[in-house]
């Protein structure tokens, strides 16, 4: 064998074009592609299934059925080794009789981690490693995330108006984007495993932050809204959706008064009293306003950093994350340094007095972040920005 040709790049980037059909549907498996090939011919062609299973490699063996002998299997994901909830898909490649499999990126996975070629090899398989590899870290760059560095991908998405807002005080949802860029959002919240906001925006907004594009309202993300004293209305859109729709609402584990507060520490004692009185009393109204939201089906998660925020997220399987907003939410990101993207719409007009202020705009984008696209949405300018690696500069 002589290697990879232009040919298997070709099929290579198809199969990655399936495997992004997927994102934000396969959670906490990563959404990959496979194809099987012979003499140029598509003999069969799936993405992991909603959910995780099946996973790609077995529904395009499948499909193929025994023309698969003697093919070759495109893969995005080294096939996994491992016994889940499904046998291995290098065994299966290897009972199917594939001759060779060309693999994008390989599984960091520790039940897999080269395992998978080396069953494949040891199977006689022919195995090419690193196809468009760079793609390939972009399609699985939210799994790839967790796996390596125990968080989720975060996306920071902000709406600008032309003076540098992002609303109005006061005054709930403003309109600073079109038609377009409004439909672009809905198409990063189906991508996406988790959608998060600040408890302001949540209260002033009331949004329900689903996805609205017709056929894909069931890639609605789980809602995440920081909370720290868990203000968010019963009454809200959200809390009244939370059934239908995951929510979580991150409490600081700091910030709980105890009902049985006592107003230890202060001089008098009828001073201590009456501290210790109106401490009980918050007490209880948290905790009444907690029981009350649990019984609407939210789920309350307590933590008082934004990095174990992100750690608590990836343990349960979110690859990854979009900031919405607000300002405060979006701060605290940058300021953790955990924000690895950041899609800016600005909208052309402005929103002068009262204006609620931008964490930043076009021409004061966070130091280390470089620019990777931009493009015109109607009226809207949007600008896609990555963290700079530094690695992909020539
Ligand atoms: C593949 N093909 O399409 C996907 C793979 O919980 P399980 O048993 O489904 O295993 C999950 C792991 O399988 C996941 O962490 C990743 O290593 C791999 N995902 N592997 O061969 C696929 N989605
Ligand atoms: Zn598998």
Redesign the pocket.
């Known amino acids: 064998m002589s290697g990879p040709t232009r040919e298997d790049e070709r099929f290579m980037a198809a199969a990655l074009r399936l495997a992004r059909r997927n994102l934000g549907l396969?959670s906490t498996?990563?959404s990959?592609g496979c194809l099987i090939v012979k003499g140029g011919t598509i003999l069969g062609g799936a993405v992991?299934a909603p959910g995780?299973?099946p996973?790609?490699?077995t529904q395009a063996l499948a499909e193929a059925g025994d023309q698969a002998r003697g093919a070759t299997a495109y893969v995005t994901?080294e096939?996994?080794s491992?016994h889940?909830?499904?046998p291995p898909?290098a065994d299966a490649l290897i009972a199917a009789g594939i001759a060779r499999v060309v693999i994008s990126i390989l599984?960091p996975?520790e039940?897999?981690a080269g395992r998978g070629v080396v069953m494949l090899r040891e199977g006689g398989i022919d195995v090419d490693v690193g196809v468009l590899r760079a793609e390939g870290e972009r399609v699985l760059e939210a799994y790839l995330m967790r796996q390596r560095n125990r968080r989720p991908h975060v996306t920071l998405k902000l709406a600008v108006s032309s003076d540098g807002m992002i609303g109005r005080e006061g005054e709930g949802q403003v309109r600073i984007t079109g038609a377009i860029s409004r439909a672009q959002v809905q198409v990063l919240r189906a991508e996406t495993d988790a959608i998060l906001v600040g408890v302001g925006t949540a209260s002033a907004d009331d949004p329900e932050l689903t996805v609205r594009l017709e056929g894909l309202e069931n890639r609605s993300p789980i809602r995440i809204v920081l909370d720290r004293r868990l203000e968010l209305p019963v009454g809200s859109k959200l809390v009244r959706s939370a059934r239908e729709f995951p929510l979580i609402l991150v409490a600081g584990a700091a910030d709980v008064p105890s009902p049985r507060a006592r107003g230890e520490g202060t001089r008098r004692a009828d001073e201590g009293r009456d501290r210790g009185a109106s401490l009980a009393r918050r007490g209880a109204e948290y905790a009444g306003r907690r029981a009350a939201l649990e019984a609407a089906g939210v789920e309350v998660l307590s933590t008082d950093t934004i990095a174990d925020l992100v750690t608590a997220l990836a343990s349960r399987g979110i690859s990854s994350l979009l900031v919405e907003g607000g300002a405060r939410a979006a701060r605290d990101f940058l300021d953790a340094g955990l924000v690895d993207r950041i899609m800016l719409f600005t909208g052309p007009a402005a929103i002068g007095e009262y204006g609620i202020e931008a964490p930043f705009e076009r021409k004061s984008v966070p130091a280390g972040f470089a620019l990777r696209r931009t493009a015109r949405y109607g009226d809207d300018i949007f600008e896609d920005y990555e963290r700079d690696t530094g690695c992909s500069q020539a």
């Open positions: 396969t498996n990563p990959v992991t995780g299973r996973h790609a490699e994901l096939p996994c491992h889940g909830r499904t898909c599984d996975d039940r897999v």
